[in-house]
Structures are given as C-alpha cells and as structure tokens.
C-alpha cells in the first residue's frame, strides 16, 4: 500500500483528497500548520477522515517537512498561502510560505535518501494571466494585461472587454491551453509558477516524476466561508448567509471556469496513478467560461433570499478579464471528464453552507485592497 503525504492536507482540496486516498486504501499522511486565516479555530477541521495520520507542522521548518517527507512514497504539495489580493501586500508571507516552503521540500529531495516516486504540485489557473481570446477578423491572440484606472465608475461593456491589439475589435475568450504563455499577474500567480518550475526541474534533475495540476476555480463544501481573501463561491455564499450583496468587480461578465471538487479530487488520484502523467503539465478545470455574475445569480436563487447582486463597475488591479480551460490533454492523457454540473455542483455547496459557520469579513477585506489603492 503506497504512503501519500499532503503538505496542506487540513485545507479545503486537501481534505477531500484525503478522503478520495482512503477510499482506495492508500495511507495518508496530512503535513499543514492549520495556518489561522484558513483555519481560525486553529485545530485539525471535524471533516478531516480520522483515518489520516496528522503533523502539525511548517513547509518552513526543514527538519520537520523532512521527516514527513522520508515515511511517504509521494507528495502532494498543496501547502501555500492562497489568497491573490492579499498577496499584493504581504509579499514576505507569500514568498516565503509558497517558494520557501517550496525550495525546503525540493531540497529535501535532492539531498535527503527517501523513497518518494512521484511529487503532484498544485499550481494555478490565476498563472496564465489573461486567458487567450479571438477577434473574428485578425485570429487568436494572448493579450496583455489591462491596464485601466481603478476608482473609475465605467458601465460600457466594451470597456471592459479585451481589445484586439491589429484591428480594435472586441475579441472573444477561447479555452486556455497548457501551451498558453504565462503572465503572472500577482505575488500569488508569480509564487505559484515558480512552485511548478521548481518542482518541474528538481525532479527532472533527479528522475523523481513530478506531475503539475494548474487548478482552476475550485469550488465545494469545506471552502473557508470566513477567509475574505479566497474563492469567489465562498465569499459570495458568505454574503448571502449574512443578507449582504455579492459584490461584482467591473460588469460581472468577466468568466472563470469553476470545477467541482471531487473533479479534481479524481484529477489528483489520475495523476497519481497514472505513469502517462509523469513530468507532465494538466489544466483542472471544468473547460466551460462561467460569468461572476451568473455564480452571484445562482447562488442567490438556491439561497431562496430576496437579494440583488451589487455590481461596482470598478476595476480591481490585476484582475482578469476572462480565462477559462482547455481540458483536452488531461482527457486525452488520463481519460478526466468533469462529472458534476454547475448548478448540481453549487446546489451541493449550498445545502452544505447552511451548516457551515460564515462569518462576513469582506468589507474588513475589501478596506484592505482600498487602503492599498488595489480598487
Ligand atoms: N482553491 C482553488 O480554487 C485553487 C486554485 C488553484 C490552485 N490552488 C492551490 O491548491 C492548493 C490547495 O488550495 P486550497 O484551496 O485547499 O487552500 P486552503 O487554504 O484551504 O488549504 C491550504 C492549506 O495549507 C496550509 N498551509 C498554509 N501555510 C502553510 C505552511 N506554511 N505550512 C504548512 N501548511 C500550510 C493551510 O493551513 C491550509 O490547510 C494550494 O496550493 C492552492 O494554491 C487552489
Ligand atoms: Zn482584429
């Protein structure tokens, strides 16, 4: 029976990856520092399967990552700080948890005589920048980030939407591919590339398979509903539990592309299991654009409140306008196929957030990113 190790393991994914390991009888081994932000109660969360065997502990603290690292097999590194305004402002914390962490279980690797056969790191969607977009006259182009003034009030659809660099046009957004130039546009996004290159590169130096999985918007029970800083679902349901808003950046039509968790719980384990994944490169997500505003408008419905999204038509710095997944390689590779739908997937988290404990501290966030110039 293999030993998997999952730095990060007490977090949202991590618990429900836990749960996808034991069903299949691997041994699991969760690594996490309950980092307060993610995990106030700053305990091990109820929902974490008491099958799993827990170490308190810091990807920073060498010593103690390392002798988790030498009692497993493979690694899922899912450790990191998450939030990407946050990361804006507490640069030291991100660059430090995220490549500093990184860099300890690298070298761990690299110096240390262990038995790991397989490294999974997550990366992410938010590294590719702005999602590749078509104009109808001029073909397929990546563009740049937008550059617009924040504080503005600008309610022009076509203010919003990215312009073709030849002709001016409006463009249209089209799947990302894993081929797509990065273009990080946050200490966060930055911090998560340099997990995946590092990762990448050590193992290929060392003959230790690494796989990389870019996430994009997760989405699912267990999601912090109190972290301000993190996942659009939570903070939005954690708005409605408390009769406030969702509020909206720019005109709500900007689109991501959410996937369920148990997707990527069943991405995670084919990668895993899976020799064709080795040193390889896959988009997670569920390859369809989704609009913020038709999340806000869902989850209002299931909500049963009577509740009208509050749209700013403000910019927030850095924002994307639209990136969504190309899932083709991963289901050719792997045989992944998305198996929830959206409204079956946010009806679930719904149902499961009338339990859940929501306390509503976006407005303290948002104060943050105003102090900060950052909207
Ligand atoms: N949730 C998403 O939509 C999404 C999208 C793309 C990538 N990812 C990546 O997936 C991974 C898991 O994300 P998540 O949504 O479960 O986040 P999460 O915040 O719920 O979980 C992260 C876990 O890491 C732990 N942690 C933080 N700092 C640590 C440290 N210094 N040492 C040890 N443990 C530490 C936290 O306590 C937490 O339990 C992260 O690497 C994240 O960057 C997530
Ligand atoms: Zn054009």
């Known amino acids: 029976m293999k030993k998997i190790l999952i730095t990060g ?25 309950l980092d307060p932000q993610v995990h106030p109660e700053r305990k091990m969360p109820d929902c974490i399967n008491n099958k799993v065997k827990f170490i308190k502990g810091d990807v920073r603290d060498y010593d103690a990552l390392k002798d988790a690292v030498l009692t497993n097999d493979c690694i899922f590194h899912f450790a990191a700080a998450v939030g990407v305004g946050q990361s804006q402002y507490k640069i030291s914390k991100y660059v430090d948890i995220n490549i500093n962490g990184t860099a300890n279980l690298l070298d761990i690797l690299a110096n240390a005589r262990h038995k790991i056969k397989k490294l999974i790191v997550a990366a992410s969607m938010s590294s590719y920048g702005e999602g590749p977009v078509r104009c109808d006259k001029c073909g397929i182009f990546k563009p740049e980030l937008r550059r617009l003034k924040e504080g503005r009030v600008l309610r022009r659809h076509s203010y919003w939407e990215i312009k073709c660099p030849r002709c001016g046009k409006i463009s249209f957004p089209v799947p990302a591919g894993e081929e797509t130039v990065l273009d990080a546009n946050s200490i966060y996004a930055i911090t998560k590339k340099v997990q995946e290159e590092t990762c990448m590169l050590i193992g290929k130096t060392y003959g230790i398979p690494v796989v990389s999985l870019r996430f994009f918007n997760v989405y699912g029970p267990r999601q912090s509903l109190s972290n301000p800083y993190t996942g659009v679902t939570a903070i939005f349901i954690s708005r409605i539990k408390n009769n406030n808003p969702p509020v909206i950046f720019e ?9 369920w ?5 069943r991405a995670c384990i084919l990668a895993l299991e899976s020799e064709k994944a080795d040193y390889e490169i896959f988009n997670v997500g569920a390859g369809k654009p989704v609009s913020i505003l038709e999340i806000a408008r869902i989850l209002i419905k299931l909500s049963g409140k009577n509740i009208i999204p509050s749209i700013t038509y403000k910019f927030r710095k850095g924002d994307v306008r639209h990136c969504f997944a190309d899932i083709r390689k991963i289901k050719r590779l792997l045989g992944f196929k998305p198996e929830i739908s959206l409204t079956d997937g946010l009806s679930k988290l719904v149902d499961w957030s009338t339990e859940a404990d929501a306390r509503d501290h976006f ?13």
Request: glycine share 12%; hydrophobic share 40%.
């Open 9 to 33: 393991g007490a977090g949202f994914i991590g618990s429900h990856l836990c749960d996808g390991l034991i069903t299949k009888d691997y041994k699991v081994t969760v690594f996490d520092n």
């Open 363 to 375: 407005d303290s966030a948002l104060k943050e990113l105003q102090d900060k110039s950052l909207v």
């Open 261 to 265: 968790v148990g997707d990527v719980v």
């Open 251 to 259: 005109d709500g039509l900007q689109t991501r592309d959410f996937v």
